[in-house]
């Protein structure tokens, strides 16, 4: 029953180097995603997954990278992290994507990363 | 892009005073979610709106959905402390407004 999970939930790390930040769901969604939050504001979607193999850049994708060579599993790259990058990450999942009507999104915990 | 509104930003009300959320665009949508964020926690999916004037509840929470399709509300009844959050529209593409972070004084 594990859902949707990320791995590291905490990480500090610092200018230039490259970090991976993992999402892992059990439920075989199609769909996965990749969110930022900062401080007071909503969610901002990186990218976006369809299915294995398909990707595809959301509303801030620059400095970003992803790969989804299985199902299960979605990681988000900051090839050469930056302060502005300091932000709580979210992955969801959903069986629907984005098309006239999609279904709800489910949310891991999230990882508070600190770019220094 | 497709942007979404929230209003207000923050809310603070006492126990047992109605609250309300909403959630504009400029543009007609297809459907709207709606999502809460307790403090520290992740989003959780409350409701998903699809028709013109569709009017949705849950316990003391009620949804609506604008006859042009361009705006929702969410209305809690006699709020809780259990209701502290912050509730979120999502529309079209993933695009989530700001929020409104409601607190509920005991």
């Known amino acids: 029953d594990a859902g949707i999970t990320q791995s590291p939930r905490y990480k500090i790390t610092e200018t230039g180097r490259q970090v991976t930040l993992m999402c892992h769901q059990t439920w075989s969604h199609s769909y996965m995603f990749w969110y930022r939050q900062d401080l007071g504001h909503g969610l901002r979607l990186i990218y976006y997954?369809?299915?294995?193999?398909?990707?595809d850049k959301g509303e801030v994708p620059d400095g970003y990278v992803v790969s989804r060579s299985k199902t299960e599993n979605f990681p988000l790259t900051l090839e050469s992290a930056t302060r502005s990058q300091t932000s709580v990450y979210f992955c969801a999942s959903s069986l629907q994507g984005l098309a006239d009507q999609y279904g709800e999104q489910f949310f891991g915990p999230g990882t508070r990363l600190t770019v220094l | 892009g497709q942007q979404v509104m929230q209003i207000p930003q923050y809310q603070h009300v006492q126990e047992g005073e109605d609250f309300t959320t909403y959630c504009n665009s400029s543009t007609t949508l297809s459907n709207i979610q709606w999502y809460k964020q307790r403090p520290g926690g992740h989003p959780v999916f409350l409701i998903q709106?699809?028709?013109?004037?569709e009017v949705k509840k849950q316990k003391r929470l009620t949804f609506q959905f604008g006859e042009a399709k361009k705006n929702s509300s969410l209305h809690i009844t006699a709020t809780q402390t259990t209701d502290v959050g912050t509730y979120f529209c999502a529309a079209g593409k993933s695009t989530f407004g700001d929020g409104t972070t409601l607190t509920v004084k005991p």
């Open positions: 997954s369809a299915a294995a193999d398909i990707t």
């Open positions: 709106l699809v028709k013109s004037g």
